[in-house]
């Protein structure tokens, strides 16, 4: 039973996860349940976790567009940050300690400028944008409720992960639906930032495996 936190929009929301639904055409659910809710909101959280009373808490949500994150520094310090702070609370305000596991999306950002390659779980962080301080301090506190409670709580530091429902704003869908409109004649050029920044790339499944 999977039960998620949708935020409110004046238009839907849900196209990477309508394949989900017992009807996509009248966002009828199945055996995936939706919560009106948001990470800035912990008054929300606590009333849907003691609802639920969820067994397991995948926190994948974030404003996870590092280049954005220097134009809304703020909001995402609260929703990447704070947000799992209050997640965490919840739980403990709930009362479900000892009951839930908790697994929380970090980042490869947390490395940054890296300190040494390749990374392994004792490269020192160095975050590089304020999505990648935000996210350290969600892996922090992570690692306080842990041993501070005895949560069970656990970071997975991911590297970028790609697939066909990757957002439009990101590198590689920008990158293949541009080519794809200029072989359409739909568009003579597009314009990249950083040419010099490096990442390691892997598939969205081999993520969740």
């Known amino acids: 039973q999977v039960h998620g936190i949708v935020r409110r929009s004046s238009s839907f929301n849900t196209g990477r996860i309508e ?4 009807n996509p055409q009248a966002h009828i659910e199945g055996n995936m349940k939706l919560h009106y809710g948001d990470l800035t909101d912990s008054t929300c959280l606590v009333k ?3 609802e639920v009373k969820p067994s397991e808490i995948y926190n994948l949500g974030a404003q996870s567009h590092v280049k954005i994150s220097f134009d809304l520094a703020e909001y995402t310090a609260d929703v990447d940050g704070v947000g799992t702070l209050r997640l965490l ?3 403990k305000t709930c009362g479900l300690i000892n009951s839930v596991k908790f697994y929380q999306a970090s980042t490869s950002e947390l490395f940054g400028k890296v300190q040494e390659i390749p990374q392994k779980e004792t490269t020192p962080f160095y975050p590089r944008s304020p999505y990648g301080a935000a996210k350290l301090y969600a892996y922090w506190i992570v690692v306080n409720f842990r041993e501070a409670y005895n949560l069970f709580a656990v970071n997975g530091i ?3 992960h790609e697939s066909p429902r990757r957002g439009a704003n990101f590198v ?16 003579d050029c597009f314009s990249l930032g950083n040419l010099d920044a490096k990442r390691d790339w892997g598939h969205a499944r081999d993520y969740v495996e």
């Open 48 to 50: 849907i976790i003691n």
């Open 19 to 22: 394949h989900l639904y017992k």
């Open 172 to 187: 590689t869908r920008k990158i293949s639906r541009s080519v794809a409109k200029i072989h359409l004649g739909q568009l």
């Open 89 to 91: 609370d919840a739980i």
């Open 158 to 160: 991911l590297f970028n």
